[in-house]
């Protein structure tokens, strides 16, 4: 068993990684650029929207009040109509990305502490580089891309988002793994 605290700078340093890359990943390529389509008519369904003043959150339109609502015949008829959708609305004014880098590079530090806390658990000191890497990988890609797929599977998001997103993870994971393996104590 390898204390949490001698892990200090494999995660440290795997968070750092994951966190460039991902920089590079969604600014300098264009792997994510056909994640979301832009609308034809944009303006006319901001222009729609802008009135209801709907407060920021997530949303499922048509949304049944209850069960017994949910088989009713008049929902029935919401969902055959359409559209049915699931949208997330966010305040609008700047889009400061400042929040959401310290918000990632926290979650990198998150994911990278548990990658180390199972890989700890489990690996005494001095444990080879192939077996560090394992352990920290697996945990590693769990918690970066396992819980994206019952986006897929329950609200509809395209798959190809989220195979490209779970690419994206395995590599976090392999940069991850990597340094857990490189920096893991002799």
């Given amino acids: 068993m390898t204390g949490l605290s001698a892990l200090w700078l494999p995660i440290l340093v795997s968070s750092v990684l994951v966190f460039v890359a991902s920089s ?25 929207l802008r009135p209801l003043a709907i407060p920021p959150g997530d949303y499922f339109v048509p949304r049944p009040s209850s069960r017994d609502d949910m088989r009713s015949p008049a929902f029935a008829e919401k969902v055959k109509r359409g559209p049915v959708v ?9 889009m400061s990305m400042g929040r959401n880098l310290v918000l990632w590079f926290l979650y990198c530090i998150v994911v990278s502490s548990f990658a180390g ?25 769990i918690g970066y891309a396992v819980a994206l797929w019952q986006m897929s599977i329950w609200y509809r998001r395209a798959w190809t988002t989220t195979i490209k997103a779970s690419v994206d993870g395995l590599i976090y994971a392999c940069l991850t793994a990597g340094s857990f393996g490189w920096l893991w104590p002799r």
């Fill in 24 to 48: 590079l990943i969604h600014m300098a390529s264009p792997w994510h650029k056909s994640d979301y389509p832009k609308l034809a008519n944009e303006a006319q369904v901001m222009d729609a």
């Fill in 86 to 94: 699931v949208f997330t609305v966010m305040p609008g004014g700047s």
């Fill in 117 to 141: 806390y199972i890989a700890g658990r489990a690996l005494p000191q001095a444990t080879p580089y192939l077996q560090v890497f394992r352990f920290a990988g697996a945990t590693a890609f």
